[in-house]
């Protein structure tokens, strides 16, 4: 690491940024400066606020307050363009690539001469291409490209800008542990002709293999910068997840006194013979991202939830969460490995098939569960629309009933006929949350339950799934909250980059030991 | 200054009946300046295109014949659409009906009546059945966008047609290029003496209450709108998106195929050139205009057959184009696809702007 010079001006310096969204305060007073020729590595939770606060340094964000200088200058990053002309440049994690167009008309795509000469612009393409040390070729159309050269092409957009600060949000996500390593030594290469990085990352073996200085954000807030060399970790993890409070072992939530699903009958139970004790498994599942050649999302993943019993699974979202929870739900298929219900094989089954075989579900994206133009009452039954009709008919009367039964015992703020779309986000989740229960299941798979809800309907919701758990289902509960996980669930596992990277009991769980597993310390 | 858009909370019924007569009025408004160019005072047009058939038995009859086809074409969209299967081709689809109708019609001489019209109900679905088929497989199998595939089949009926009336199909004594006649049983018979209005009108309505039973009243119509209005939540929830999707389009194409039959057998009695004469766009304009209901599409194709059959002896006593009843269907639709926004959202001025 190159020391800084004193009359140089950092490349980059924000003062006292600070954005509000509504109550949540997603940057406070943060206070940071990347010098030329400098890689700072951006660490911190799913929430801790570094894509608001790069997304402000690149005019995607209007802050409350502060300031930012480039080159000592102030400047007004009023619009991504603002922020190009002053040479910031972003590579996000969705790239913002013409699919059908070449790799030369892509990179010239901000900046189009009124006249288009394809050849002296897939000239000129190529000569930044070699100058900068990225090997694309210009006259490929993005469409054919892999996500690796996808990628390489975003950064030499940016850098024909004339770019003099490169923020990289999260760019190993999306890359094979190869091009990782082409990645890192290309960002080596740009950062010794004076280019300025910033790297989004929250994995800690990556900022440690790259960065020169590492920058740690928690809950919005800068809580230390320090050069690599000086500190491990250890000290790291401890600040991302947020120091010392959270050694205290975390309540857990009681199951509620209200009974709100109707009790099972003590002989229910015995009607159900074929019932194994193990809810729900998943076993050596691969799953292989869709055009990608086999890049693995989920790398022979095995996870067992016994009865009664929930298995909380903590990790950062993008690691594999997504597809584990869709294969689950019959939403993905598997390339290999299988997914038992209870004693029902639904490998690669349908929906319909997952969720006759006794599996409740809760989609992490509650919008895409639920008809909004259809009433509440039609949505309660939509799974089981074959216990609601008399012949060809609906029968409506016993929808009705049911979903009346429903409103009461979830406390749902609705009337049975009220149109889904209109109710609340905590109301729709209780709506889902009654479709899901009230199938008497074996075993449920949750995904991040309470995002965007209140406190009490979070709390609600977290006291159905261990009322759940008390009447003998399995829970796998996906959630990026660890408070959450650790509130509830019995058993924690780990996924980091589509693997169990680790699994242990609640008892044992802190947000220490889960966060160093999660930063692939442990 | 610039337009916001809020998504309103509640749908209300009153909305959902002024708009659809909001469009009319505006519709009214911006066709009477064709009917000033061709030189003719808008108020007396409109008069002798909405007002003057009505005074007449006849012509309320008349104005029933017209509708006929179009609630049939009209109730085919609005099956398609409910679930999500955007078809543009009840034309085409409208034209394959009137062909295997006419196949099997001219061929019924001698049958008893009923069962000649069984079969000529028979012949028109599965014409209309068949040309759905090809764009609906393409759809739930690849994914192929069913908007190009229906619409672009739409003149190739036409073409089949004109093939088949200028070569094998040509009438036999006459040798004009129109088919044989319709059969005398296979022909709709006449519900009153002195007037033109047929079976059909009874089937057209019959086949518009069976879809408005089946799709709010029945297991497949719920699943049918689920997959209509969220595909994502209904697969999700168990259903068979691309089973409902392929029924759907076959069904929408069965009744655009009677109404095919319908025109062959009930008031043309042969296949000729240009038969369809657009009305399976009419049952989009219609079916948009309905909101997706079906009393809206019954009330919409009487309103346009009126339109049509005032617009023909209006242009006979006023001298004004009877083209001008295509000009207010087709206004007709721009307009309500542009009302249509409010029926959904609320619209608000905002002075100055900027970003966000």
């Known amino acids: ?522 | 200054m610039k337009l916001q858009f809020a998504e309103r909370p509640e749908r209300s019924l009153a909305r959902q009946v002024i708009l659809p007569l909001a469009a009319v009025v505006v519709t009214l408004g911006i066709t009477s300046t064709a009917v000033v160019g061709a030189g003719a005072n808008p108020l007396t047009a409109f008069r002798k295109i909405l007002f003057t058939p009505l005074s007449s038995r006849f012509g309320w009859f008349e104005m029933l014949v017209s509708a006929t086809p179009l609630i049939l074409t009209g109730t085919a969209v609005v099956v398609a659409f409910s679930c999500g299967y955007y078809s543009i081709g009840a034309e085409g689809q409208l034209t394959a009906g009137a062909i295997t109708a006419t196949w099997v019609g001219i061929r019924l001489g001698g049958w008893p009546t009923p069962l000649a019209i069984v079969a000529m109900v028979g012949a028109g679905a599965l014409g209309g059945v068949l040309w759905a088929l090809p764009p609906a497989l393409l759809r739930v199998r690849f994914g192929i966008d069913e908007v190009v595939t229906t619409l672009l089949l739409n003149p190739v009926a036409t073409l089949v047609v004109s093939g088949l009336l200028n070569g094998p199909w040509r009438n036999s004594t006459t040798h004009y290029p129109e088919s044989d006649p319709i059969a005398g049983p296979a022909r709709l018979p006449r519900l009153f003496d002195r007037s033109r209005l047929h079976l059909g009108l009874i089937l057209a309505v019959a086949v518009a209450v069976a879809v408005w039973f089946v799709l709010s009243r029945t297991v497949t119509g719920l699943r049918a709108r689920a997959i209509g209005q969220a595909a994502h939540a209904a697969r999700f929830a168990g259903l068979r998106v691309e089973r409902t999707m392929l029924g759907a389009a076959l069904a929408s194409g069965a009744i655009a195929g009677l109404a095919g039959m319908n025109d062959v057998a009930g008031t043309q009695f042969k296949l000729s050139e240009g038969l369809a004469d657009g009305k399976g766009y009419t049952g989009i304009v219609i079916a948009t205009l309905a909101g997706l209901t079906i009393v809206g599409v019954v009330g919409g194709a009487i309103l346009l057959g009126l339109v049509k059959m005032g617009s023909t002896s209006a242009s006979r006593s006023l001298g004004v184009p009877s083209q001008i009843a295509e000009i207010i269907t087709g206004c007709l639709l721009l307009v309500t696809v542009a009302l249509m926004v409010l029926k959904r959202y609320r619209i608000r001025l905002v002075r100055g702007g900027g970003r966000r």
């Open chain 1, 1 to 522: 690491m190159r020391p800084p010079e004193a009359d140089h001006p950092p490349a980059v310096r924000l003062s006292g940024i600070t954005k509000r969204y509504g109550g949540l305060v997603a940057n406070d007073q943060v206070s940071l400066h990347v010098e030329r020729g400098e890689i700072l590595g951006l660490l911190g939770e799913n929430g801790a606020g570094k894509s608001t606060l790069m997304r402000v340094l690149y005019g995607l964000t209007t802050p409350d307050a502060g300031s930012i200088e480039v080159d000592g200058h102030p400047v007004r990053m009023s619009s991504p363009a603002a922020a190009r002309r002053a040479g910031i440049g972003m590579v996000t994690q969705h790239f913002s690539l013409v699919g059908p167009m070449t790799v030369a008309e892509n990179v010239t795509l901000g900046a189009t001469p009124r006249w288009i000469d394809r050849r002296a612009l897939e000239s000129s393409v190529r000569q930044a291409a070699e100058r900068v040390g990225l090997p694309v070729d210009p006259t490929r159309r993005i469409d054919d490209l892999g996500v690796g050269e996808r990628q390489r092409v975003e950064i030499l957009k940016a850098l024909v800008n004339d770019c003099r600060v490169l923020i990289l949000d999260e760019p190993t996500a999306v890359l094979t542990p190869v091009e990782v390593v082409g990645l890192f030594a290309t960002i080596r290469r740009l950062t010794e002709a004076g280019l300025a990085v910033v790297i989004i990352s929250h994995k800690l073996h990556e900022i440690r293999a790259l960065c020169d200085r590492v920058a740690v954000l928690h809950r919005g807030r800068l809580v230390g910068t320090s050069s690599l060399s000086d500190v491990d970790d250890d000290e790291l993890v401890a600040l991302m997840v947020g120091g010392h409070h959270s050694t205290v072992p975390t309540e857990r939530t009681e199951p509620p006194t209200e009974q709100p699903a109707a009790e099972p009958a003590p002989g229910k139970r015995l009607a159900h013979p074929e019932r194994s004790d193990t809810a729900l498994a998943v076993a050596a599942v691969v799953v292989e991202a869709p055009g990608s050649g086999g890049r693995r999302v989920l790398d022979r993943v095995t996870i067992a939830v016994g009865r009664g019993e929930i298995v909380g699974v903590a990790g950062v979202s993008g690691n594999g969460q997504t597809e584990l929870v869709e294969v689950l739900c019959g939403m993905r298929r598997v390339a290999s490995g299988s997914v038992h219900v209870g004693a029902t094989n639904v490998t690669n089954a349908s929906p319909a098939q997952v969720i006759a075989a006794g599996l409740g579900r809760l989609a992490e994206d509650r919008h895409g569960a639920i008809v909004p133009e259809l009433s509440v009452a039609h949505n309660l039954v939509l799974e089981r629309l074959g216990q609601f009709r008399r012949g060809w008919r609906l029968d409506e009367t016993a929808i009705t009933r049911h979903a009346e039964r429903m409103i009461e015992q979830f406390a749902i703020r609705a009337e049975p006929h009220t149109r889904l779309g209109t109710l609340s986000g905590g109301n729709m989740q209780k709506v889902l949350l009654a479709r899901m229960l009230s199938g008497d299941p074996v075993g449920l798979v949750v995904a991040q339950p309470t995002r965007g809800l209140d406190l009490h309907a979070t709390a609600y919701i977290r006291a159905q799934l261990v009322a759940a758990r008390q009447r003998g289902a399995g829970i796998l509960l996906v959630s990026e909250d660890l408070d959450e996980l650790l509130s509830v669930a019995d058993r924690l596992v780990v996924l980091s980059e589509g693997r169990i990277a680790g699994e242990l009991a609640a008892a044992q769980a802190t947000a220490e030991t889960v966060g160093a597993i999660m930063a692939g310390a442990a």
